[in-house]
Nanobody, 128 residues
Framework: QVQLVESGGGLVQAGGSLRLACEASGFDLEDYNIGWFRQAPGREREGVACSSRTDGSTYYRNSVKGRFTISRNSAENRVYLQMTSLKPEDTAVYYC?????????????????????WGQGTQVTVSY
């Protein structure tokens, strides 16, 4: 029943932009913390951004602050990740994840171990 599906990935040049979407079915995204994670070859899955269900707080990985923006569209039951000024090191499979438990600090909000529901990912490739 609970499903998360990512879309919007692709191939872009450094400095370009992409907008990723996470569409939820089987539940209301507003009842969940939603995080964006990424995993590059040979790397652990790392938190990129999170939108908290409790107070709307957002959390970002330091390396993407000022470049990435997470947002919710309640009417569409979607969460977006707007990525600008993309760098080759942003290349990874990007996943959205959901969890109902409170995420009041960045260390929890951006931890992959704190999320129960995951999408299948969308590939983002940034060329030089």
């Amino acid at each position: 029943q609970v499903q998360l599906v990512e879309s919007g990935g692709g191939l872009v040049q450094a400095g370009g932009s992409l907008r990723l979407a996470c569409e939820a079915s089987g539940f209301d995204l507003e009842d969940y913390n939603i995080g964006w994670f990424r995993q590059a070859p040979g790397r652990e899955r790392e938190g990129v951004a999170c939108s908290s269900r409790t107070d709307g707080s957002t959390y970002y990985r330091n390396s993407v602050k000022g470049r990435f923006t997470i947002s919710r569209n309640s009417a569409e039951n979607r969460v977006y990740l707007q990525m600008t000024s993309l760098k080759p090191e942003d290349t990874a499979v990007y996943y959205c994840a959901g969890d109902r438990r409170p995420k009041g600090v960045a260390t929890l909000a951006l931890s992959r171990y704190e999320y129960d529901y995951w999408g299948q990912g969308t590939q983002v490739t940034v060329s030089y």
